[in-house]
C-alpha cells in the first residue's frame, strides 16, 4: 500500500540505522510527523552535517571533525605517555567514562582478519608504527575486545612494541570473554584497567 | 566528555525517536559513521522532506504530501460507501494489511479526552459531521482503540451517525482489551472487522 511516497521513503530509510525493522521505521515515522516535526527537522540537520563533516583524527584515528582530537590536543593527556590501543571509538567513550585512564588512545578501526582481507595497514598499524618510532612512549595498554581477533589484533602490536622496546600491557581482569568492550559496565572496565598485565613474549 | 560536537549534537538529536537511549543513541551514530554514511545522509535528505512536506489528507486527515491520499482520491474506495474511523493513520496500515476492507478511512489524530482537554473539534468531529451530512454513507465502522478513550470516542462518535441515520458498527472480536490497535496481528484484526456488530443505542 503506498499512502505517501515521501512517508514509504523515510521508513525505508530509518531502516539503515541498527536494531530498526519495519515495525520501528513505521513507529518512528508517525511519531516524529504527529508529535514531534521539529524534532525530526533538527535530526536531518545534525546528521547531515555529522555524515559530511566528520573525519578522522591525524593523531588516533577517531572520529572529530577537527584535524586532531581534544583529547590527542590536550597537553596533559600527551604527557602520560601512554596510549590506549582500541578497536572503535565507541570503546574510548566507554573508558572515559570509567575515569581511570589520562592517557591517549589510538583507534584501530577494526582488528586484524586476515580470512576478510583486513591486514596491519588497514588498521592504521603503519601509523601506530610511525608514532613508536618517533614518539616518547612509556607503555602502550591494548583494550581490543578479548574476541579470538581482538587477542590475535593485541598480540600482534605488542611485538611490534617490542620492536621499539615500549612496554604493551592488555587490560585483563572482568572483561567479558567472547564480549564486546562497548558493552562492558564502568565498574568491571575499571578493574580490568588496574588489574592489567605486562604481555609476556 | 566532549570529543566532536557534530557528534554530540546527533547523539542527543537521536533521542528523538521513540526508544532511543543514550546507548542506542550512540551505538547508531557510530554505525552511520562507521559503516553507512551515504544511508546516513539519505535518511537526513528522506527525513527534512517528510517533516516539511507531509500534511493532511482534506478528506480523512492522514498523513500526505498530496491535497487528497491516494486512498480517498480513488473512485473504487469511494463508492463502497464505508467509511472506517480510527485514531491513527499507523492504523490504517494495520487494517490495509488485513485485505479485509475496501472502504474510506476517517483519522481523527487522537480520541476525546475532556481531562486533557481534547474535545471534538480537536479530533476532526466537525469535519467528520460535514462528511455524514453531504455525503452518501452507508456505514461508519468504528476502528478506535478498544481502551476507554477509545471506546468513549466511538460512542460519541455514533450518536452524532444516529442524527443522520448513518449505520453506526463497532470492530469487535480479538481485539485484546487495553490493547493498540497499530500492535494486533493481522489474523485477530481481521476476525474484529469481520465480527464487528451494529451499536445499539
Ligand atoms: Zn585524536
Ligand atoms: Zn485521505
Same mark, same amino acid.
Given at each position: 500500500m503506498q499512502i505517501s511516497p515521501l512517508l514509504e521513503s523515510l521508513m525505508e530509510a530509518l531502516r539503515?540505522?541498527?536494531? +530498526?525493522g519495519p515495525k520501528s521505521a513505521q513507529r518512528m515515522a508517525f511519531h516524529l510527523l504527529q508529535r514531534n516535526r521539529q524534532g525530526g527537522i533538527k535530526l536531518a540537520h545534525d546528521l547531515h552535517e555529522a555524515m559530511i563533516n566528520i573525519g578522522h583524527c591525524?593523531?588516533?584515528?577517531?572520529?572529530?571533525?577537527?584535524?586532531?582530537c581534544t583529547i590527542c590536543a590536550n597537553t596533559r593527556r600527551q604527557s602520560s605517555k601512554q596510549l590506549c590501543v582500541v578497536e572503535t571509538p565507541a570503546d574510548i567513550v566507554a573508558i572515559e567514562q570509567t575515569g581511570q585512564y589520562s592517557g591517549r588512545y589510538f583507534v584501530l578501526l577494526g582488528h586484524l582478519s586476515p580470512l576478510d582481507g583486513i591486514g596491519p595497514s588497514d588498521i592504521g598499524l603503519d601509523l601506530l608504527k610511525k608514532k613508536l618510532s618517533s614518539e616518547s612512549i612509556s607503555e602502550v595498554i591494548l583494550a581490543t575486545n578479548p574476541t579470538v581477533e581482538g587477542d590475535a589484533t593485541a598480540n600482534y602490536i605488542a611485538q611490534m612494541c617490542a620492536e621499539f622496546n615500549v612496554t604493551a600491557t592488555r587490560i585483563a581482569?572482568? +572483561?567479558?570473554?567472547?564480549?564486546?568492550?562497548?558493552?562492558?559496565d564502568g565498574t568491571t572496565l575499571s578493574h580490568s584497567f588496574v588489574g592489567r598485565q605486562k604481555i609476556e613474549l
Open positions: 539503515c540505522l541498527p536494531g +530498526v591525524k593523531e588516533c584515528r577517531t572520529f572529530t571533525e577537527q584535524e586532531t581482569h572482568g +572483561v567479558p570473554v567472547g564480549g564486546e568492550l562497548e558493552m562492558v
